[in-house]
């Protein structure tokens, strides 16, 4: 239930241009985002979704074989536009031991902007809470937004949804 929350929020902007449309799911987990996408749309899209966990990757490949699963990095795709909408959910949700979060943020939305033609959509856990989890990382909304309006002067922040978590 609270992911079909937060995959409304991710969509909400383009509700109505995504039918026909090609998708791509950063850390697609094993593919719960396809199917709020095949109940909301209702009609054909194209799908791919990249995880770098391949247990999850083969269970997605099982649930979906009609769409397309990859384990892989984001940073392997090298073609710009490739896809009309990027959407993230949960991927920057846990701290990292190999490097800052927010460079790692700021490269992974650079990358998914230079993917895209049409739109990117990414949620975040707040640090306007009352508590933090040591495994947990819990992200600036001034920082992300101030990021994403490096790369584009069209951005929406969302964050009326969900207790402590917000989209852009």
Same mark, same amino acid.
């Given at each position: 239930e609270n992911n079909h929350?937060?995959?409304?929020? &991710?969509?909400n902007l383009w509700k109505?241009? &995504?039918t026909g449309s090609s998708i791509f799911d950063f850390g697609c987990g094993m593919g719960d985002f396809c199917t709020f996408l095949k109940n909301e749309i209702k009609s054909p899209?194209?799908?791919n979704g990249l995880d770098i966990n391949a247990k999850l990757i083969d269970e997605a490949k099982n649930r979906f074989p009609e769409f397309n699963f990859v384990e892989g990095d984001i940073f392997d795709y090298d073609v710009e536009n490739e896809f009309e909408f990027t959407f993230s959910s949960g991927v920057f949700n846990h701290k990292l031991n190999f490097t800052d979060e927010y460079e790692f943020i700021y490269k992974c939305l650079q990358q998914m902007f230079y993917m895209s033609s049409k739109g990117v959509a990414v949620n975040f856990l707040s640090d306007k809470?009352?508590?933090f989890t040591e495994? =947990?990382?819990n992200a600036n909304p001034s920082q992300i937004l101030e990021f994403?309006?490096? &790369?584009?002067? =069209?951005?929406?922040l969302? =964050? =009326?949804y969900m207790p402590f978590e917000f989209t852009v």
């Open positions: 929350v937060r995959f409304k929020a &991710l969509t109505d241009d &995504l899209f194209s799908f809470v009352d508590y495994y =947990n990382f994403s309006y490096s &790369l584009t002067s =069209n951005v929406v969302l =964050n =009326n």
